[in-house]
């Protein structure tokens, strides 16, 4: 990865850096692992939140309407509400997500902790993804183009 920044020398002065430092700290490192956890799982659904929460603002195209169109193409008007409201949905779910994870961290132990972060996230994630679809054949008539088993499908035999 070194060699593929613009200034190659500062890429390698700041690895260097990085594993003298990463050298020097290691015995904290090794005592409190579990902070890189905390900080990789509220990382990364705090980065799927601000990417949901971001695309909603600045005249940009909310993710689940980008995502509509690409699979129908033109959507109507009652389509791009619901998409609208979808991405601001998602977003606060993630947000959620993340700030349960840094709560319970420091409220619960640590084997609780990861039991949530590494299996209760997921089915929270399958389950606001059922409530989503529900709420979606509830809400908009069924799509002219079939439903997503019609896109996996489509996207498998092609």
Same mark, same amino acid.
């Given at each position: ?15 260097? @850096? ?5 050298? %020097? ?16 799982? !509220? ?20 993710? !689940? ?30 947000? @959620? ?17 990861? %039991? ?34 019609? %896109? ?7």
């Amino acid at each position: 990865m070194l060699w593929l920044w613009k200034w190659r020398l500062s890429a390698l002065v700041i690895a260097v @850096l990085s594993g003298v430092l990463l050298y %020097l700290e290691w015995p904290f490192i090794e005592r409190h692992y579990e902070w890189s956890d905390l900080a990789q799982q !509220c990382g990364l659904f705090g980065l799927v939140a601000l990417l949901f929460a971001r695309s909603s603002f600045g005249g940009r195209v909310p993710v !689940c309407e980008q995502l509509a169109h690409q699979m129908y193409g033109a959507l109507t008007p009652e389509e791009i509400f619901y998409m609208r409201r979808a991405t601001a949905a998602w977003a606060i779910f993630y947000f @959620l997500l993340a700030a349960a994870i840094l709560i319970l961290f420091f409220v619960v132990p640590l084997r609780v902790w990861s %039991l949530f972060t590494n299996f209760a996230t997921w089915g929270l994630m399958v389950l606001a993804g059922f409530v989503d679809h529900a709420l979606r054949r509830l809400v908009l008539p069924r799509h002219r183009e079939g439903g997503i088993l019609t %896109l996996i499908r489509r996207a498998l035999t092609t």
